[in-house]
Nanobody
Framework: QVWLVESGGGLVQAGGSLRLSCAAS????????MGWFRQAPGKERGLVAA???????FYVDSVKGRFTISGDNAKNTVYLQMNNLKPEDTAVYYC??????????????????WGQGTQVTVSS
């Protein structure tokens, strides 16, 4: 079993910043990708950013230039630095790990392990 624990969420004013962390523990595995997803009330969970084992990164258009995903292999931790936050960024943010070495990394079905989520609220 692999556990992913997110932290760093909270309430921030528009224009502010937050850094989310996702710490992995449990059975040793090599993730082929790590992703940050978010889900707002009444909406489907969708990818925000992802980073592959090779260090390639992907961002959805709405967060490009504002969010940065990074990883620290020594700490088994992935980060999401969020700057210039907007009210529309308000959601529960989830960390996910892809253990399979095939398939894509854009969809929830591509990932094998999930964290419990952390709330991010951006006030206007």
């Amino acid at each position: 079993q692999v556990w992913l624990v997110e932290s760093g969420g909270g309430l921030v004013q528009a224009g502010g910043s937050l850094r989310l962390s996702c710490a992995a523990s449990g059975r040793t595995f090599s993730s082929y990708a790590m992703g940050w997803f978010r889900q707002a009330p009444g909406k489907e969970r969708g990818l925000v950013a992802a980073i592959t084992s090779g260090g390639a990164t992907f961002y959805v258009d709405s967060v490009k230039g504002r969010f940065t995903i990074s990883g620290d292999n020594a700490k088994n931790t992935v980060y999401l630095q969020m700057n210039n936050l907007k009210p529309e960024d308000t959601a529960v943010y989830y960390c996910a790990a892809k253990a399979r070495g095939y398939g894509g990394f854009h969809n929830t079905k591509d990932y094998d392990y999930w964290g419990q989520g952390t709330q991010v609220t951006v006030s206007s």
